[in-house]
T-cell receptor, first 115, second 111 residues
Framework: GAGVSQSPSNKVTEKGKDVELRCDPISGHTALYWYRQSLGQGLEFLIYFQGNSAPDKSGLPSDRFSAERTGGSVSTLTIQRTQQEDSAVYLC?????????????FGPGTRLLVL | SQQGEEDPQALSIQEGENATMNCSYKTSINNLQWYRQNSGRGLVHLILIRSNEREKHSGRLRVTLDTSKKSSSLLITASRAADTASYFCATGGGATNKLIFGTGTLLAVQP
């Protein structure tokens, strides 16, 4: 079956512009996660969705970052007024449920470069 | 930082040799997962071990977990050039099972 997909694969933007990153999780997966991988910070958690609600947003680095999920499926991560420190690979993952035996499956990521 | 630590940071071995990577973490966990990453893109899931398990095998992979020491190890036996990649451990915890990643080990397998 299809895995997690993300678009775009690469995004180059100018400082101050807004960007939207999309994630299509594996069909039927109830849990969806966003992570970020940057040189300075490694891999870090951003936000978690269960269905359409986000009970854990603790990893979002500032109020310029927001995310939503609709129909219990597709999620969009929006970064407003991008800064150079936002440059990173943004990774989305999904899992069927949230139990101690659940694997998180990752998408290929979106590489964001803010000039 | 909440990140776990992995060692070594980099490892270079010959094809056919075994590779061992270690991971230490700080918080209580539901499970510990190992991932492989090629060329800085998507993470490929390798194996998951639950907090009440001590050892798990999958093909050429063997993972151990010691919750008293908050540590895990990944052993790749009979390595191949195609195993060259970065390897990350990640602990899943709390009600959300969000992952906290280690710093990663860069493995190079020389043909």
């Amino acid at each position: 079956g299809a895995g997690v997909s993300q678009s775009p694969s690469n995004k180059v933007t100018e400082k101050g512009k807004d960007v939207e990153l999309r994630c299509d999780p594996i069909s039927g997966h109830t849990a969806l996660y966003w992570y970020r991988q940057s040189l300075g910070q490694g891999l870090e958690f951003l936000i978690y969705f269960q269905g359409n609600s986000a009970p854990d947003k603790s990893g979002l680095p500032s109020d310029r970052f927001s995310a939503e999920r609709t129909g219990g499926s597709v999620s969009t991560l929006t970064i407003q007024r991008t800064q150079q420190e936002d440059s990173a690979v943004y990774l989305c993952a999904s899992s069927l449920y949230v139990t101690e035996k659940e694997t998180q499956y990752f998408g290929p990521g979106t590489r964001l470069l803010v000039l | 930082s909440q990140q776990g630590e992995e060692d070594p940071q980099a490892l270079s071995i010959q094809e056919g040799e075994n590779a061992t990577m270690n991971c230490s973490y700080k918080t209580s966990i539901n499970n510990l997962q190992w991932y492989r990453q090629n060329s800085g893109r998507g993470l490929v899931h390798l194996i998951l071990i639950r907090s009440n398990e001590r050892e798990k095998h999958s093909g050429r992979l063997r993972v151990t977990l010691d919750t008293s020491k908050k540590s895990s190890s990944l052993l790749i036996t009979a390595s191949r050039a195609a195993d060259t990649a970065s390897y990350f451990c990640a602990t899943g915890g709390g009600a959300t099972n969000k992952l906290i990643f280690g710093t990663g080990t860069l493995l190079a397998v020389q043909p």
